[in-house]
């Protein structure tokens, strides 16, 4: 059999404007994995106040952040796919490794197509999505089953699911944590940054929460912290119920007004994006300092980081025995 594998991140704006970002979020708010609300009441508030108002402003948070090679996450992405795809090569495994998105481009449904056309008839895919939730993974699954319901000739597709306690996981964020440290020395506080979800949508059983708190703890523990030098929260909320507690911006305020010395990383993104280098490096670094906060440093995602990319060829690995 011809094997591939599919690197799966969230996806991007094709370009840092008000009509792609328009695009782009049309798109990826009108899943019904991401908002859970009558679709006729939501499509209203979508088209009449969100996607009037949010794209200009999104617009200029990208544009703040787009680099010479478009998206950071669309890049380190790309990264990510070539550097695993090499790892396995020197292995003795010559397997092709494709990014796709789940919104945007490159779509994953296309990436899928394209693909099959080429003779690939067994297919991993990874979603790089280290905690589980169906308003990501799920999200992923959804649209490989999707394309699988249009064909007569299906090919093998496995799917790789969450990987929030994998020891190569936890050890390479602490290994990247203690690198930093070398560096730059140690904050008072360390604060682990999740991206945030809807609560009700933990309260009707995903494990999102749940998994979160146990990479933080997992990691903390690997550095040797005591309860009162690490905590955990989540971040990037949006619209008006409740999320996931503590909110990254409230407890970065309280800090701040302790005076206190704060380094912050975000263990669910595999790849520094909008909501790594804009929000939780720059937006809440300003909230932290104009609240009285000492020192606010942001440890970079795993990205490329050469264990993070043993870690994929250990998640992928079981798939190709």
Known sequence: MKT?????NLGTPDEPTPQAVRRYLREFLSDTRVIEMPSFIWQIILNLFVLTTRPKRVAHAYES???DEGSPLLAILKAQASQLEHKLFEMGKCISVFPATTYGNPNIKQVLQELQAKGYDDIIVLSLYPQYSATTTAAVFDKVADYCKAQRHMPAIQFVGDYHDHPLYIQALAGSIRRFW?????????????HGIPKPYVDKGDPYAEQCHRTATLVAGEL???????AISFQSRFGAQEWLKPYTDELLTQWGAEGLSVQVLSPAFSADCLETLEELAVENRDNFMNAGGKSYQYIP????????IQLLVSLVGRYLS
């Open 301 to 308: 995602a795993l990205n490329t980081d050469e264990r993070h």
């Open 224 to 230: 040797g912290l005591n309860d009162d030098e690490w």
């Open 65 to 67: 952040v787009w680099t």
């Open 4 to 8: 591939a594998i599919i690197l799966v």
């Open 182 to 194: 070398a560096v730059h020395g140690r904050a008072e506080r360390l604060l682990m940054s999740f």
